[in-house]
């Protein structure tokens, strides 16, 4: 089984930033692959970014410019590096193990004045 913890949100002022964390562990063999996802309530989760073992990187085109993902080398440690937000960025956020069935508690952000 694997076990994603993320961690780092909170409420920001629009134009803010905030870094969120995650650390996955369990049944991974190897560096995998991994991804950013978010869900507001009444709303299906979405992709937000994701990056490979090798650091190829990918972004919704609503985040683009804004959010950079990154991750520890040799590690299944990911990072959210969230600049500019929006109220409409406000979601509870989670990583994955793309490869992965699995989901963490998720950490959330809110974006308001």
């Known amino acids: 089984q694997v076990q994603l913890v993320e961690s780092g949100g909170g409420l920001v002022q629009p134009g803010g930033s905030l870094r969120l964390s995650c650390a996955a562990s369990?049944?991974?063999?190897?560096?995998?692959?991994m991804g950013w996802y978010r869900q507001v309530p009444g709303k299906e989760r979405e992709l937000v970014a994701t990056?490979?073992?090798?650091?190829?990187?990918y972004y919704a085109d609503s985040v683009k410019g804004r959010f950079t993902i990154s991750r520890v080398s040799a590690r299944n440690w990911v990072y959210l590096q969230m600049k500019n937000l929006k109220p409409e960025d406000t979601a509870v956020y989670y990583c994955?193990?793309?490869?992965?069935?699995?989901w963490g508690q998720g950490t959330q952000v809110t974006v308001s004045s």
């Open positions: 990056i490979t073992s090798g650091g190829t990187t």
């Open positions: 994955k193990v793309l490869s992965n069935s699995h």
């Open positions: 369990g049944s991974i063999f190897g560096i995998e692959a």
